[in-house]
């Protein structure tokens, strides 16, 4: 099994591009999260999902969107890149106690 | 609310000696605590989890950690660091199945020969 998969693993964004990082699960896990992890930091949860169709807010919204079509996929979108986004994202999913991380991206915008 | 504190930002122990790092929680359920180990440019791996049974838990490469209702810690231990232990250590807590987790600011693990 896969586990959960990101991609890209690098990018860099120039100030005010758009992008979707990509998160794909293969375990049927009904919760997904997206965190970013800053330098130096713990990891704070963006987006979280509990199901498809079902997407709520985490603790660091702002500037991102979420979509959960489907049980696999769990896609993050940037619209309007900014600096303050610069960051390692990595995407999980969970089952009851069990969570897996994906490997991450390391996204920079400049 | 629940929140986790990681009371070291950094630790720097010798080759062989004991490791200590300390975590306290603060949650009003009984929560699930979590250590996870990040090496340098690594995703994130599971050291141990504990989920309302033996209070002491065992988890992997010789770490263990013992949850103390009374004191809100999760401390985690091993008897013997190795070189190959340096790296960052998160304490994590989650409220309930499927809750999101709750990351501590992290604790630099050193390691000198």
């Known amino acids: 099994n896969a586990g959960v998969t990101q991609t890209p693993k690098f990018r860099i964004l120039k100030i005010g591009q758009s992008m979707t990082l990509q998160c794909a699960q293969d375990m049927n896990h009904n919760y997904m999260y997206w965190y970013r992890q800053d330098p130096g930091m713990g990891l704070k949860l963006i987006y979280y999902?509990?199901?498809?169709?079902?997407?709520d807010k985490g603790e660091v919204p702002n500037g991102y969107n979420v979509s959960r079509s489907t049980t696999e996929d769990f896609p993050l979108r940037l619209e309007l890149a900014a600096p303050s986004q610069t960051s390692v994202y990595f995407c999980?999913?969970?089952?009851?106690?069990?969570?897996?991380f994906g490997s991450g991206t390391r996204l920079t915008v400049v | 609310a629940q929140s986790v504190t990681q009371l070291d930002s950094h630790v720097s122990v010798s080759e062989g000696t004991p490791v200590l790092l300390r975590c306290n929680y603060s949650s009003s359920y009984s929560p699930s605590l979590f250590w996870y180990v990040q090496h340098p440019n690594k995703g994130l791996q599971l050291l141990l989890k504990?989920?309302?049974?033996?209070?002491l838990v065992k988890g992997i490469n010789g770490f263990e950690a013992e949850f103390k209702k009374s004191e809100t810690s999760f401390h985690l231990t091993k008897p013997s660091a190795h070189m190959s232990d340096a790296a960052e250590y998160f304490c994590?807590?989650?409220?309930?199945?499927?809750?999101?987790?709750?990351f501590g600011q992290g604790t630099e693990l050193s390691v000198k020969p």
């Open positions: 999980a999913s969970s089952e009851g106690a069990g969570y897996t």
């Open positions: 504990y989920t309302s049974a033996a209070t």
């Open positions: 994590v807590v989650r409220r309930n199945q499927g809750g999101k987790l709750i």
């Open positions: 999902s509990v199901g498809a169709g079902i997407t």
